[in-house]
């Protein structure tokens, strides 16, 4: 069932279209000609997820030319993944005078660039520190490759999502369809503990998992899982350590940061399938945090499907368990709060 279908640009779109879209399949629809897209530029790409992140996307041999961009240490992490003898240039670039030659050009730019997480501390707050960082990357990626599309890691992904689309506004160069926050690592989450947990193999586990990228806010799917039988207690002790997977990272590392290796890994699949899309590959679906109509969230996380102008459809969320429908409810508060806190960020600074 097709409930809204709109052309574009959905930036010009009034106040989302659908505030509750319980069995909606299908929001957004959009086609256009496959060409051949491969600069990939990483902001961010001599950190803990930048490296191993650019050397798994060297290793796919998809890539024509990687552009490594951080403000340290590039040159070096650019000559040793070089090295690797798969497809693809790699070039490094680092630091503010060499950001738009890092840039220009870019299909896709992946951004894990600013401060992870201590122990004790919420993706909230790291805010103060990344809302800057990320509105500036923003604002040279609106000079110098506007048309690219733009996929956030860095946190709190709730606000920097909203920071880097109003970035683009003010540029009047935001298309809604090539933003997308990553949400990719609460997938393999879900996908890893659901396999566990149900003696299932872990390649044939598709869970979605919407909402959005902070504690509870993450909502995963379980009562969708196809061949799983899950009693309340799992359903309740899986949503939670999905929920938070982030924690368990962070709490091992005891002080040396979040998770970079598993990051790396779900960012190089996502960036790989935004990239086939791109290139016209059909058919592919992942769950993304996009501006979104299902809920009163200006942005939303849910399965999409990656066409050649990035996400040409956002996909409902389907019927939802009761358990599922009141996380949906609890949540969808927070997340305008923190996609407002972005957008004020914006405003103000
Ligand atoms: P890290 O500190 O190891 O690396 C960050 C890199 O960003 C550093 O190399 C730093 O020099 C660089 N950087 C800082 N400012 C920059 C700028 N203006 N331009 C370019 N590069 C800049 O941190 P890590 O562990 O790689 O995490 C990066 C971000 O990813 C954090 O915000 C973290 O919270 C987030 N993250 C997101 C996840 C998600 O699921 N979306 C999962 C795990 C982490």
Do not use: W
Request: proline fraction near 5%; include cysteine.
């Amino acid at each position: 069932m097709s409930v809204v279908t709109h052309t574009r640009p959905l930036a010009k779109m009034a106040a989302p279209m659908v505030s509750r879209a319980v069995g909606v399949s299908s929001v957004r629809a959009f086609s256009g000609t496959p060409r051949a897209q491969n600069k990939v530029t990483v902001v961010g790409a001599a950190g803990g997820i930048g490296q191993p992140m650019s050397l798994l996307m060297k290793l796919s041999g998809k890539i024509d030319h990687l552009s490594l961009f951080d403000i340290v240490n590039t040159p070096g992490v650019a000559a040793d993944i070089g090295h690797c003898n798969s497809k693809g240039k790699v070039m490094g670039y680092k630091g503010a005078e060499e950001m738009a030659a890092s840039l220009d050009g870019s299909d896709v730019v992946v951004i894990p660039a600013g401060v992870p997480r201590k122990p004790g501390m919420t993706r909230d707050d790291l805010f103060n520190t990344n809302a800057s960082i990320v509105k500036g990357i923003a604002e040279q990626c609106a000079k110098s490759c506007p048309k690219a599309c733009f996929l956030i890691i860095s946190n709190p992904v709730n606000s920097t999502v909203p920071i880097f689309a109003e970035v683009l506004k003010a540029s009047g160069v935001y298309d809604p369809a090539k933003l997308m926050g990553v949400t990719t690592l609460d997938v393999a989450r879900a996908k890893t503990f659901v396999a566990e947990n149900q003696g299932m193999d872990v390649d044939k586990v598709e869970v979605d998992v919407i909402g959005g990228h902070a504690g509870t806010t993450i909502m995963p799917l379980l009562s969708q899982v196809k061949g799983a039988n899950f009693t309340e207690e799992d359903i309740k002790a899986l949503t939670h350590r999905i929920q938070f997977g982030g924690d368990e990272v962070v709490k091992a590392k005891d002080g040396a940061g979040s998770a970079t290796l598993s990051m790396a890994h779900a960012g190089a699949y996502f960036a790989e399938k935004v990239l086939d899309g791109l290139n016209g590959v059909k058919g592919i679906k992942e769950c993304t945090f996009v501006e979104s109509p299902l809920t009163s969230a200006p942005f939303f996380a849910s399965p999409c499907t990656l066409g050649t102008e990035g996400v040409s459809e956002i996909h409902g969320y389907g019927q939802l368990s009761p358990f599922e429908q009141t996380l949906v409810d609890e949540n969808v508060p927070a997340l305008v709060k923190m996609a407002q806190k972005g957008i004020d960020f914006v405003k103000n600074n």
